[in-house]
């Protein structure tokens, strides 16, 4: 698409409410976490959706808003079976801090991998292409 050629308008403040409601953070941490599992059967995904929402739970606190939640299974994309969760936090350090707890004693677990990585908006542009 050729947005010049395009008859809308782009601009750098939010003009409509739904355009309001789209503005996104100037800071931003994403918490990233694989836990590294030493096999994969049906109670998995179950036993995982418990343990994240303990985590949940006890996040009360805690800015934080849930991203994206999966497994992948060997031969996928490598050779370890890895549950994934990415959060959006304000304080990286105490989700972590619950994460961890939560998922310690879990005896499917080998590791836990962390990634935290801070973000800086730089620019924001809003439009909307009507589609009817």
């Known amino acids: 698409m050729n947005i010049e050629k395009e008859n809308f308008k782009i601009t750098d403040e ?42 949940f739970f006890f996040a ?12 992948e299974k060997a031969g ?19 989700l972590q801090d619950f994460f961890i707890q939560e998922f310690k004693d879990y005896k499917n677990a080998l590791k836990i991998t962390c990634s935290i990585a801070k973000y800086e908006k730089v620019e924001e542009h809003f439009f909307e292409i009507g589609v009817e």
């Open 14 to 55: 939010p003009i409509t409410q739904s355009q309001k409601k789209l503005v996104q953070q100037d800071y931003n941490t994403n918490v990233a976490f694989y836990v590294h599992l030493s096999e994969y059967n049906n109670n998995v995904r179950e036993e995982l959706i418990r343990r994240i929402e303990e985590v």
């Open 60 to 71: 009360k606190g805690v800015d934080w808003k849930f991203d994206s939640f999966g497994i």
């Open 76 to 94: 996928s994309r490598g050779t370890n079976i890895l549950g994934y969760f990415v959060f959006r936090a304000t304080n990286a350090k105490k």
